[in-house]
């Protein structure tokens, strides 16, 4: 399913126009990124679904595949996603 089926699910389920139910999954994306954005630590429960969680993963020296030559990656704040106890047995 991608973005456009299931704003076409909600509309329908919802009883409401594709219009409103785009809006309304574009406003949960948007609250979801911003409170990941915040870094490391934050997160978005969602109950009987799961947990959005932004993890920071620190620079480290890898090596180049090519040269082999020794280089840092960089820092970064990721999202991550843990599937709620009833999401895991489906």
Same mark, same amino acid.
């Given at each position: 399913m991608n973005k456009k089926?299931?704003?076409?699910?909600?509309?329908e389920h919802l009883d409401m126009s594709q219009s409103a139910a785009g809006d309304a999954v574009n406003?949960?994306?948007?609250i979801i990124?911003?409170?990941? #954005?915040k870094g490391d630590g934050h997160e978005v429960n969602l &109950?009987?679904? @799961? +947990?959005?969680?932004? #993890?920071?993963?620190?620079?480290?020296?890898?090596?180049? &595949?090519?040269? @082999? +030559?020794?280089?840092?990656?960089k820092a970064k704040t990721s999202a991550q996603f843990k599937p709620s106890a009833g999401l895991k047995d489906l």
């Open positions: 089926e299931l704003v076409s699910k909600l509309a406003g949960m994306i948007d990124v911003g409170e990941l #954005k &109950p009987g679904f @799961g +947990k959005f969680v932004a #993890k920071h993963r620190p620079s480290r020296e890898m090596r180049n &595949p090519q040269t @082999g +030559k020794p280089m840092m990656s």
